[in-house]
């Protein structure tokens, strides 16, 4: 079967080949289209790249590997772009998403923990606390619950967090 004068195979080849090239250029400037496609995720840049690759893909191979019709060629490797992009979509992307804005806690949870004065924390002033966590080391940004001067290398308490700034006391175990 030809479409537009040339052979299906062929018009599968070059959707392939444009695809790929454009699945590149939104790798190097995917962040540029993220605003762009937030509010319909389903039209993603790399969910609509990735169909058609899927989808040149599967259809160029089966029209080089069978005699089947190019009609059911073409419906075959539409269903088959469909589920690739859908599994794609909610075991690849949407995981990707929701762990790229997690650091493994929340402000809230370190209220109560204890930590190392790593910058001092003057009267009046900010200073800078480590915390042993599960997932590591956090630093943060401290000032003083009781206004008082806390030197380096004191162990402290988290009594409170405002605006991302931890209010600390010196720990008395």
Known sequence: MTLFGYAMQDLYLWVLIIAAILTVITLLFGDLLDGIFEAIPFLHPVLV?????FFSAIGYCLEWLTNWTSVWILLIAAVAGVIFVTLLHLFILVPIRSAEGSWGYSEESLVGSTGI??????????????????????????????????????????????DGVLHVSPYQP
């Open 49 to 53: 790249l990735s169909f058609f690759t």
């Open 117 to 162: 004065i790593t910058v001092s924390v003057p009267i009046n002033g900010y200073g800078e606390v480590m915390i042993q966590w599960k997932s590591g080391v956090i630093s943060k940004p401290a000032v003083s619950y009781d206004n008082e001067e806390i030197p380096q290398d004191e162990r402290v308490l988290v009594i409170e967090i405002k």
